[in-house]
Structure formats: structure tokens, C-alpha cells
Nanobody
Framework: QVQLVESGGGLVQAGGSLRLSCAASGGIFNINVMGWHRQAPGKQRELVAAMPSGGRTNYADSVKGRFTISRDNAKNTVYLQMNSLKPEDTAVYYC??????????????WGQGTQVTVSS
């Protein structure tokens, strides 16, 4: 019954900011990785940012210097602060987590997706 619930998407003008959040809940033993992917129409889903537990954060080149990923481990929550947004950032953003549940089974989980639209 592990699930990821996202919030924070919306419509913003170029140069603006949005903050996405994603909370994992239900039968969690350990979270190995939390991060964000996005998918624009007609495009492959791509990694935006990831934060492995005990590892180095990873950003897509296109968002370096503009986006910041952070985690609140006590709340099993990951955030994506998006600044200086560009129209090409328009996509559905999906929260991602690699989670070991209380049955000790590791699985990948995805949030429901949240639309981010950046107007010019």
C-alpha cells in the first residue's frame, strides 16, 4: 500500500518559480532514492533530479543551477524547488522513489504526476 502523492504543479510565467512536493506513505521500511522525472508531450520521460540516500544528488544538465531537490526524511517527503522556469520546462512531473516496504521488498513507485506549464 505504498503510495506517492504529489502536489504543487500549476501554471506560471517564464522566470517564475514553483515548488513541488511528494510524500510517500504506507508500509515503508526504507527509502533508497527519491527524485523527480518529467515527460513532455511526444518526449521520453527524463530524469530531472534524484537524491539517493547517502549518495550524490543528480540533476539533468538542463535544470542545473535552477532546480533544487531536497528531502525531509522524517516526513518521507521530497521537494523540487524550480526557479527561473522556462517554457521548455513544461511537462508532467512525476515523483519517483525506490522503496523497501515492510515486507522487505524493494520496488519502484511513481506519483500520479502533476502538470507544470510555463508560459512565455
Amino acid at each position: 500500500q505504498v503510495q506517492l502523492v504529489e502536489s504543487g504543479g500549476g501554471l506560471v510565467q517564464a522566470g517564475g518559480s514553483l515548488r513541488l512536493s511528494c510524500a510517500a506513505s504506507g508500509g515503508i521500511f526504507n527509502i533508497n532514492v527519491m527524485g523527480w522525472h518529467r515527460q513532455a508531450p511526444g518526449k521520453q520521460r527524463e530524469l530531472v533530479a534524484a537524491m539517493p540516500s547517502g549518495g550524490r544528488t543528480n540533476y539533468a544538465d538542463s535544470v542545473k543551477g535552477r532546480f533544487t531537490i531536497s528531502r525531509d526524511n522524517a516526513k518521507n517527503t521530497v521537494y523540487l524547488q524550480m526557479n527561473s522556469l522556462k517554457p521548455e520546462d513544461t511537462a508532467v512531473y512525476y515523483c519517483y522513489a525506490n522503496i523497501q516496504n515492510i515486507q522487505l521488498i524493494r520496488s519502484e513507485y511513481w506519483g500520479q504526476g502533476t502538470q507544470v506549464t510555463v508560459s512565455s
